[in-house]
């Protein structure tokens, strides 16, 4: 019988099971929603593990103000339609609250000041365990975290420091005011993603796929799309191109890539040829240094 | 196409990282942005050649000390199978990593430099394969370019590897003479060894039987959560929601709910909120019993003809994995997947030497240790032996005050750890 159960249904098991385990373990979870197609992939395994009850825990978007507009209303709209609670903070108001410096340059990205909001929202609803979408075939730090990760009250991730994970035992006991960010899909890849969305029929935001769209394109050539939080320089290279995300976060530090593909299935051609890895060819905040991720997650980055 | 999970063991210079790097890099799993920054690190080495050891050390701590300080996990994929590496340390300090990954694996490769052969590492890797029930294990002997790619010397160290598989009853190796730096025998069959006909490692990997038991076995299912949506639509609905952890349950199946030990009957298994007449593991369901009963988190429904084991007193192999020792009258939390119970140290038998298999008889466990202990739990755990049921015989030992993982356990019943 087990011949029938594919690699996508071992991945899609082991999900449901560390979903079930934080909604049995801790008292009030969350689930970090951005709108990309990890946290919907995540929102449609909570679905399995726990209709026809609602889910145990509510939806939490971080809002940076640079979001892509198709996915704020992606956002609302399947938290309408599913009747779950969308809780939703600004980066903008942390900022205000907490004096902190905006992010300035060319292409301002906000990424790193998420952390704050996020710490913030952990405290005001006393959240013990994060629910979040990454993977570790993202990165090499990622690589190396827990599906369980504590972390402190300042959010701090000590790769020295983390819980050995037998089995399929997850250690959730943590001291007051710690709490554990848990990645349910720590085992799935890029491709396994795409391939589970195609297999579950999942609805995604447009932006994943090929549109006509005005860019900036960088002197080392990656696209950013023109949206009103990028600055425009008057040499600046600007074309109409046929693109779409691969990763969708921060409209100022996610590049597009020139892609004809409208389909689920043009897309995961495209991932098998593809000689760019995903952060590789998208994010302008991993190139920063070699440990750029190891460095936001030790400072509570998700 | 199915995954198989595995993990890699060596001492320090065995090469490891490096024959990992290979599997990627000549499967084509490095994508050219890994891989130009793969050059431009290696550029500031010594020799100049790629390292493809770069490509698993994630950690800025292991780029500058060159080691791997934690398991690190990478993923690649033939045409035929999914890969998961569980990349472990081989450090001694680290047999806890080793553990870690050990626990979740399908298969081992063992490295052992063609140059050193056998070595102590090589046994304390092969008893953590051994205790950790394994199914598989590769030896690769590494690094025959050094040695002539001399078919004498590979013959010679998996004769004495042989020696030390039967201290440790370990079955289904497989001998692979390689060379992961020049990439014999890794992905691609060596020019080098004529003398070699069998398959590559790669090819190994992708062709071996992962063990199918689990639906062999009796069937285990813990509860992880119950499900009551409360609403007007699903206003009775009482579901159990678990993973099947081995086995197969049927519509009609005679339970018992343990440790309470109250019988029921399965009126109904949801896989994906529908009906099935037949579960199997490792599947995700929700369970719906006949008799309305008192049924919560942690509790164990199993088929009335297949129980498992109840009792307060366990004893059980422990790999003690915190820097403060182990005593007897220690107390602790003890987790068995979805259940948690406070447990205390009876007494500690022995520990073992992880070199030379002896039991040692000691009242403390060190970091790292390898023991057979007794313990006494608060309320009775439901459980089989780990020899028998790698699903339902590991417990992890929990720090009430640090809420650290301290140890790994495995459950014996009646009898005692097969080793020395």
């Not at chain 2, 519509?251 to 709910?257: A, C, E, K, M, Q």
Request: aromatic share 8%.
């Amino acid at each position: 019988m087990s011949t029938h159960f594919d690699y996508l249904d071992h991945l899609e098991a082991q999900a449901i099971h560390i979903l079930r385990e934080v909604a049995g373990q801790f008292e009030r979870p969350a689930l970090l929603f951005s709108g990309g197609k990890d946290s919907i992939t995540l929102v449609h395994l909570a679905l399995k593990a726990f209709r026809p009850g609602k889910l145990p825990f509510p939806l939490v978007h971080i809002d940076t103000g640079h979001n892509f507009p198709e996915v704020i209303h992606f956002r609302d709209k399947l938290a309408a339609s599913l009747g779950e609670q969308l809780i939703v903070r600004k980066v903008e108001d942390t900022i205000r609250r907490q004096g902190l410096k905006d992010a300035v340059g060319k292409f301002p990205s906000r990424n790193a000041l998420q952390t704050y909001t996020l710490l913030e929202v952990i405290e005001e609803f006393e959240f013990d365990a994060c629910i979040g979408g990454a993977r570790r075939d993202e990165e090499k730090a990622r690589a190396k975290e827990r599906i369980f990760s504590v972390r402190d009250e300042f959010g701090q991730w000590d790769p020295k420091r983390q819980r050995p994970e037998l089995w399929d035992i997850y250690n959730g006991s943590i001291r007051k005011g710690d709490n554990v960010r848990v990645f349910p899909i720590s085992n799935w890849t890029e491709l396994d993603v795409w391939s589970y969305i195609q297999q579950e029929n999942i609805a995604l935001p447009a932006i994943y796929f090929s549109h006509s769209r005005n860019c900036i394109v960088t002197p080392a050539g990656q696209l950013l799309a023109i949206t009103e939080h990028i600055n425009l320089d008057h040499d600046d290279e600007i074309a109409v191109r046929e693109v779409r995300f691969r990763t969708v976060g921060d409209a100022t530090c996610t590049a597009a890539v020139e892609s004809p593909a409208t389909t689920i299935d043009d897309i995961i051609q495209e991932i098998l040829l593809a000689k760019i890895s995903e952060r590789g060819a998208t994010r302008l905040d991993d190139r920063l240094s070699e440990a750029a991720m190891e460095d936001r997650k030790k400072n509570g980055y998700f | 196409m199915n995954i198989l999970k595995f993990i890699t063991a060596g001492s320090v210079d065995d090469g490891k990282s490096t024959l990992i790097g290979r599997l990627l890099y000549d499967s084509k799993a490095v994508s050219h942005d890994i891989l130009q920054t793969l050059e431009r690190q290696s550029r500031n080495k010594a020799d100049g050649e790629l390292d493809l050891s770069l490509l698993t050390d994630g950690l800025r701590a292991e780029r500058e000390q060159g080691i791997t300080i934690d398991v690190a996990y990478k993923y690649f994929s033939t045409p035929r199978r999914k890969f998961i590496i569980a990349d472990a340390p081989g450090h001694v300090q680290y047999t806890r990593n080793m553990i870690t990954g050990a626990s979740n694996a399908d298969l081992a490769i063992i490295l052992i430099d063609a140059r050193q052969g056998v070595v102590e590492q090589t046994h304390r890797h092969s008893l953590v394969a051994s205790l950790m029930g394994i199914p598989q294990i590769v030896v690769a002997v590494n690094k025959l370019d050094l040695v002539g790619y001399s078919e004498e010397r590979f013959y010679k160290i998996a004769a004495s590897y042989q020696e030390l598989a039967e201290k440790l009853n370990l079955e289904h190796i497989t001998f692979i003479p390689i060379s992961a730096l020049a990439g014999d025998n890794v992905v691609e069959p060596s020019a080098n060894m004529p003398w070699y006909q069998g398959p590559t490692l790669l090819q190994h990997l992708e062709t071996v039987e992962t063990e199918a038991v689990a639906e062999n076995q009796a069937p285990r299912f813990q509860v992880q959560y119950v499900i009551r949506p409360k609403s007007n639509e699903w206003h009775d609905y009482r579901g159990y929601a678990g993973s099947l952890r081995s086995g197969v349950f049927r519509r009609g199946d005679r339970v018992v709910v343990l440790p309470a030990g109250i019988e029921s009957e399965i009126v109904a298994i949801e896989v994906n909120q529908q009906q099935v007449e037949t579960a199997f593991a490792p599947q995700p369901l929700v369970l719906h019993l006949a008799h309305d009963i008192d049924v919560s988190r942690g509790d164990t429904i199993a088929r009335l003809d297949a129980q498992p084991a109840v009792t307060q007193d366990l004893e059980a192999t422990l790999c003690w994995m915190s820097e403060k020792p182990l005593q007897p009258g220690d107390k602790l939390l003890l987790q068995h997947n979805s259940a948690t119970v406070k447990a205390i140290v009876k007494s500690i038998e022995y520990r073992v030497d992880v070199h030379t298999f002896d039991r040692l008889p000691d009242d403390k466990l060190q970091l790292n240790d390898i023991g057979f202990v007794h313990l006494r739990t608060a309320r009775p755990l439901v459980f089989d032996a780990y020899r028998q049921n790698r699903h339902s015989g590991g417990f992890i030992l929990v720090n009430e005050h640090t809420h650290d993982t301290v140890a790994a356990g495995l459950l014996e019943c009646a009898t005692e750890l097969q080793v020395g």
